[in-house]
């Protein structure tokens, strides 16, 4: 696992805050670190640390955890910040409160993107090993029964499309709304490997456990959000397959979403999105030229009317 080779640790670990959208606000680990500065107020007590680093100021927080009879093993507890801005000063402020009193057993510098790919990785990891619900009740169905060859060759004919006439996916890619990974698949079979969001943790943990979404690519987020993990203009493009369902009554939401896709794509980046229906490509095609993105919409109906209907193609127009 990235994290332990980061941090050279061969105990078990332990990230306090329950996934990775929750690094953000690290509002649970605000409260653990201010627990035990209370308690070091009243109790001498002695703990085994690490300190991390981005080179400048404490980003981590690392503390042992010996074994007892209600959890018979050794392991670390870790504390971040690598990802939030609003609470940044208050866990340093805490963590080097500790730290002070706790001479570190090492200190280790991280670069906050080694951190991030890390905590991308553990979380997918933690949700595939179930461990994000108390009481997981969905099974794992059958690949056969989740990824279906007709969603997966239309996909196909409508890139090779776009291909035949010099449009093309490259770079690094960012899909929106990939649930369970069907049109990754194809993604993956012409050489993309994006960075996967999905809001729903179910059909990312079906993703993760048939081998289709990568654990070291893949987040549980919301798409309203993608600056706030992202920084701007990272991304050479922003894709989205069979989006929606989009009505009038929530396409704020998916202005949102594409506002914040286009925070994050760089200038000329490519902007592709389907969707089944005509009144949906009609909001979403609205929503991009709102925010000032070039393109046209394609016709792509068949006679099945089902898949990828129609298409946004754009691009990021620098300002």
Same mark, same amino acid.
């Given at each position: 696992m990235i994290l332990d080779d980061l941090l050279g640790i061969e105990e078990e670990i332990y990230l306090v805050e329950p996934g990775f959208y929750s690094q953000k606000t690290i509002m649970t680990t605000i409260s653990y670190l201010k627990d035990i500065r209370d308690v070091?107020?009243?109790? !001498?007590?002695?703990?085994?640390?690490?300190?991390?680093?981005?080179?400048?100021?404490?980003?981590? *927080?690392?503390?042992?955890?010996?074994?007892?009879?209600?959890?018979?093993?050794?392991f670390w507890s870790i504390f971040l910040s690598s990802i939030t801005n609003q609470s940044a000063d208050e866990f340093e402020s805490l963590a080097n409160l500790i730290l002070d009193k706790n001479q570190p057993d090492r200190v280790i510098e991280v670069a906050n993107d080694s951190m991030n790919d890390a905590l991308i990785e553990y979380y997918s990891l933690l949700l595939v090993n179930r461990e994000t619900c108390d009481e997981c009740t969905t099974p794992l169905e059958s690949y056969g029964s989740t990824y279906t060859n007709a969603r997966i060759n239309r996909l196909s004919d409508l *890139?090779?499309?776009?291909?035949?006439?010099?449009?093309?996916?490259?770079?690094?890619?960012?899909?929106?709304?990939?649930?369970?990974?069907?049109?990754? +698949?194809?993604?993956?079979?012409?050489?993309?490997?994006?960075?996967?969001?999905?809001?729903?943790?179910?059909?990312?943990?079906?993703?993760?456990?048939?081998?289709? *979404?990568?654990?070291?690519?893949? +987040?549980v987020m919301d798409a309203t959000a993608l600056s706030s993990f992202f920084k701007p203009e990272r991304f050479d493009g922003v894709v989205?397959?069979?989006?929606?369902?989009?009505?009038?009554?929530?396409? !704020?939401?998916?202005?949102?979403?594409?506002?914040?896709?286009?925070?994050?794509?760089?200038?000329?980046?490519?902007? *592709?999105?389907?969707?089944?229906?005509?009144?949906?490509? !009609?909001?979403?095609?609205?929503a991009l030229r709102m925010i000032g993105i070039e393109g046209e919409v394609m016709d792509n109906t068949d006679e099945f009317g089902i898949y990828d209907q129609w298409a946004f193609i754009g691009r990021k127009v620098k300002k």
């Open positions: 070091m107020k009243e109790n !001498d007590i002695n703990l085994r640390t690490i300190r991390i680093t981005d080179g400048t100021k404490t980003t981590g *927080l690392a503390i042992f955890n010996e074994r007892t009879e209600q959890v018979p093993i050794d *890139l090779e499309k776009l291909a035949q006439k010099g449009i093309s996916i490259d770079g690094d890619v960012l899909e929106i709304c990939c649930g369970n990974g069907m049109s990754t +698949i194809v993604l993956h079979e012409r050489g993309i490997y994006p960075t996967t969001i999905e809001y729903e943790k179910c059909t990312v943990c079906q993703g993760l456990m048939h081998g289709v *979404l990568d654990p070291k690519k893949s +987040i989205g397959f069979m989006l929606g369902t989009i009505y009038e009554f929530n396409k !704020d939401m998916w202005a949102r979403m594409m506002f914040e896709s286009a925070k994050v794509a760089k200038d000329g980046a490519l902007m *592709l999105f389907t969707v089944n229906g005509k009144s949906e490509m !009609d909001i979403l095609e609205s």
